[in-house]
């Protein structure tokens, strides 16, 4: 089993930084990747960015198109902790947004393929 915690979300100004964190708990796992997903009102959870670890302490990222030059995840593999830099917000990035555990060797985008999940920290971006 696997606890997520999120936290970092806020209230910001167009043009602002926040920076999210998602710490997991509980077993420990040598392949594993942790993803970052959010939703905003009325649409349906979308992918954000991902950082997967094989083994060690590096690890690969993918950014989604839309975060691209913007949002940069990056993580701590000693302390299970992957962050979501989130620079030039927009009204549009305003999200829940979520953090999900996947205990399997392998990069995915498709949050069906995540089995643990956080409670979601929320972001709001006001123009």
């Known amino acids: 089993q696997v606890q997520l915690q999120e936290s970092g979300g806020g209230l910001v100004q167009a043009g602002g930084s926040l920076r999210l964190a998602c710490a997991a708990s509980?077993?420990?796992?040598?392949?594993?990747?942790m993803t970052w997903f959010r939703q905003a009102p009325g649409k349906e959870r979308e992918f954000v960015a991902t950082?997967?670890?094989?083994?060690?302490?590096?690890?690969?990222?993918l950014v989604a198109d839309s975060v691209k030059g913007r949002f940069t995840i990056s993580g701590d593999n000693a302390r299970n902790t992957v962050y979501l830099q989130m620079n030039s917000l927009k009204p549009d990035d305003t999200a829940v947004y979520y953090c999900?555990?996947?205990?399997?060797?392998?990069?995915?985008?498709?949050?069906?393929?995540?089995?643990?999940w956080g409670q979601g920290t929320q972001v709001t971006v006001s123009s």
């Open positions: 509980g077993r420990t796992f040598y392949s594993y990747a």
């Open positions: 950082a997967t670890w094989s083994g060690g302490d590096t690890y690969s990222t």
């Open positions: 999900a555990f996947k205990a399997s060797l392998g990069r995915s985008t498709d949050l069906t393929t995540y089995a643990y």
